[in-house]
């Protein structure tokens, strides 16, 4: 079997610079793949959230308004606005 062959700019030692510019590029790559799938997964929790939040204030406010309690349904209303 025939060893194989270097190219020129292999042929520095491990430790070179180029060696570790390469680690640090990939190293960044996968941060920023990280960085981007958690921001996703942060952004689809957060909306997730945002619906259960308003249903459970679309509960109170019919629950208030049965209830004949017009300054909570305002605040109630408050707090809808303020979510959107």
Same mark, same amino acid.
């Given at each position: 079997? #025939?060893? /194989? $062959? /270097?190219?020129?700019? @292999?042929?520095?030692?491990?430790?070179?610079? +180029?060696?570790?510019? $390469?680690?640090?590029?990939? $190293? &960044? @790559?996968?941060?920023?793949?990280?960085?981007?799938? #958690?921001s996703?997964?942060? *952004?689809? +929790?957060?909306?997730?959230?945002?619906? *259960?939040?308003?249903? $459970?204030?679309? /509960?109170?406010?019919?629950? +208030?308004?049965? #209830? #004949?309690?017009?300054?909570?349904? &305002?605040?109630? &209303?408050g &707090?809808?606005? +303020?979510?959107?």
């Open positions: 079997m #025939s060893k /194989r $062959k /270097r190219g020129v700019e @292999e042929s520095s030692p491990i430790g070179s610079t +180029a060696d570790k510019d $390469k680690k640090i590029l990939v $190293k &960044e @790559e996968h941060l920023k793949d990280v960085l981007l799938r #958690s996703l997964t942060l *952004f689809r +929790a957060l909306k997730l959230g945002k619906a *259960f939040e308003r249903q $459970k204030l679309g /509960r109170r406010q019919k629950a +208030a308004k049965l #209830s #004949s309690g017009i300054g909570e349904v &305002e605040r109630l &209303e &707090e809808v606005n +303020a979510l959107k």
